[in-house]
Structures are given as structure tokens and as C-alpha cells.
């Protein structure tokens, strides 16, 4: 079964805490990206990746890092520099074609919550 | 920057249609999604739109006019399992590449 994957569904850290979120897939897709959701606010994109060993900054990437050193896996670490971190964050992955993103494909999402 | 409007917040009877619509102020525009999303689940693909007019997949279908920055999603025969939110996205050119901005969702409410 294809699919995308995202680790653990509920997370709660201390403030001044990192933490890392998981996402993995096996769509073998090009492109994956995080997103975070606040209640009564769409997606905001927070990094990109459009192949393996580089990503892009999105619109809201202060107090966030990524890494892409696999194909199937996007972590995104939380940092203490982020300054309101709770909220739902979610990864996607989409096939590529000549830069263009296809449609996302989105994992269940993980909810951080600081405590 | 883009600027993605859609209302806040719809409601509708079972049985009926609705009408769900997205404005957008963008420069290279390539493209137009919509998702549904269900309290505290993952967004899900429901149609894609490039070139102007109407696509048709079963109960949905989007409609796009490119030179009016404007779509819309129309749900016919509604379920009381279509209320969620409806998620317009727009993908224009983004530091090289081509990348979705989403709107902030249109939260339908189906009642019996």
C-alpha cells in the first residue's frame, strides 16, 4: 500500500524543547513539503523539497529545519526559536513535472502542543 | 503574493447544492486545487483546473475563469458526509518552481 506517513499523531514538548516530526513516503515522489494549520487558518507552507540534498524556505520558516537525505523522508525539527509552535502540522509529497507540483498527497498530520 | 479569498463559512440542506467560491489576485498563475479536508484529518485532492471552464468528476465539479481570477466547486446532491472544509489552492511560479498557496478554507456545514 502506498502511502504517506507521519509520526507520532500527538506530541506535547516543554517550552525551550526541539522536537523532530517524521514523515515518510513511499509514492516514490519527488517533491514533499510541511505545512501548518491554525484553527480557522488555511495550510501555511513552512519548507519544500523538490529532490533529494536540497529544500527551499517557504512563507513561515522561522524557528523550523529540515533535512532531505532520502527520498521517502522530510523531518522537520521544531526549534525553541519558533515562538508559538502548537498547532497541526502537516507533510505532503507530489510528483513533479519540469518544476510544476502535481496534486498533494497529504500524511495524517502530527499536533504539537507546548506545554 | 497571492491572494486567495473564499468564504468563511457555508451551510446547506441534504439534497441540495452548493456553490463554494474562490477568488485569487496572483502573477503566473498555472494552475487551481481543490481539497476537502475533515475535522483533524489530512486534506484530500478533489479536482484540478488549468485551463478555463468546467471539469466534471461525479457529484463535484470546478469551474475556472482565468481572467477573472475566479473558481468555483460545486457539490450537487449533498450528503450529510460533505460537511468538512473546502480548500482552494493556487499554484503560480514561487522562487523558480511552481508551488500551491492555499486559501484559508470554506467550512460547509450539510444539514438534514
Known amino acids: 500500500d502506498g502511502g504517506i506517513t507521519q509520526s507520532p499523531k500527538y506530541l506535547f514538548r516543554k517550552e525551550g524543547q526541539n522536537v523532530t516530526l517524521s514523515c515518510e513516503q513511499n509514492?516514490?515522489?519527488?517533491?514533499m513539503y510541511w505545512y501548518r494549520q491554525d484553527p480557522g487558518q488555511g495550510l501555511r507552507l513552512i519548507y519544500y523539497?523538490?529532490?533529494?540534498?536540497?529544500?527551499q524556505k517557504g512563507d513561515i520558516a522561522e524557528g523550523y529545519s529540515v533535512s532531505r537525505e532520502k527520498k521517502e523522508s522530510f523531518p522537520l525539527t521544531v526549534t525553541s526559536a519558533q515562538k508559538n509552535p502548537t498547532a497541526f502540522y502537516l507533510c505532503?509529497?507530489?510528483?513533479?513535472?519540469?518544476?510544476?507540483?502535481?496534486?498533494?498527497?497529504f500524511g495524517p498530520g502530527t499536533r504539537l502542543t507546548v506545554l | 503574493g497571492q491572494n486567495i479569498d473564499q468564504p468563511t463559512e457555508m451551510t446547506a440542506t441534504e439534497g441540495a447544492i452548493v456553490q463554494i467560491n474562490c477568488t485569487y489576485q496572483?502573477?503566473?498563475?498555472?494552475?487551481l486545487f481543490w481539497y476537502q479536508q475533515h475535522a483533524g484529518e489530512a486534506p484530500t485532492f478533489l479536482s484540478y483546473?488549468?485551463?478555463?471552464g468546467l471539469e466534471e468528476k461525479g457529484r463535484f465539479s470546478s469551474f475556472l475563469s482565468r481572467s477573472k481570477g475566479y473558481s468555483y466547486l460545486l457539490l450537487k446532491e449533498l450528503q450529510m458526509k460533505d460537511s468538512a472544509s473546502y480548500l482552494c489552492?493556487?499554484?503560480?511560479?514561487?522562487?523558480?518552481?511552481?508551488?500551491?498557496?492555499f486559501g484559508r478554507g470554506t467550512s460547509l456545514i450539510v444539514h438534514p
Open positions: 505532503a509529497s507530489s510528483k513533479e513535472a519540469g518544476g510544476r507540483s502535481r496534486e498533494q498527497f
Open positions: 509514492l516514490n515522489h519527488d517533491a
Open positions: 523539497s523538490q529532490i533529494v540534498n536540497d529544500f
Open positions: 496572483t502573477s503566473g498563475f498555472n494552475g
Open positions: 483546473n488549468v485551463l478555463d
Open positions: 489552492a493556487v499554484r503560480a511560479v514561487t522562487g523558480g518552481s511552481y508551488i500551491p498557496t
